[in-house]
């Protein structure tokens, strides 16, 4: 599953990282280091529920279940 951490930190970083020196790794806290804001949060869950065609519940779709790239791959996994 590398792959799948490689694929969310790069659409992580093209989207949200404002600047191309800030480095995000698969442990950067996202949500609580403000990278991720919570609109942010909304169009991640959407690319992810496209990308691996799943769907992923409100109630799971947590400031901390998003706070970093390795919390997203345990969390989709848990729906694929």
Same mark, same amino acid.
Not at 17 to 24: H, L, P
Not at 31 to 39: E, L, R
Not at 74 to 79: A, S, T
């Given at each position: 599953m590398?792959?799948?951490k490689g694929i969310i930190l790069e659409?992580? =970083?093209e989207e949200y990282? $404002?600047?191309? $020196?800030?480095? =995000?790794t698969f442990d950067t806290p996202l =949500?609580?280091?403000? =990278?991720? $804001?919570?609109?942010s949060m909304v169009s991640l869950k959407r690319f992810l529920? !496209?990308?691996y065609k799943i769907s992923i519940p409100d109630d799971k779709a947590t400031p901390e279940a998003f706070d !970093? %790239?390795?919390k997203i791959v %345990?969390?989709?996994?848990?729906?694929l």
């Open positions: 590398e792959d799948m659409y992580v =970083i990282a $404002d600047d191309e $020196d800030d480095e =995000i =949500i609580s280091g403000g =990278i991720v $804001d919570s609109f529920e !496209t990308k !970093t %790239v390795n %345990v969390l989709v996994k848990e729906f």
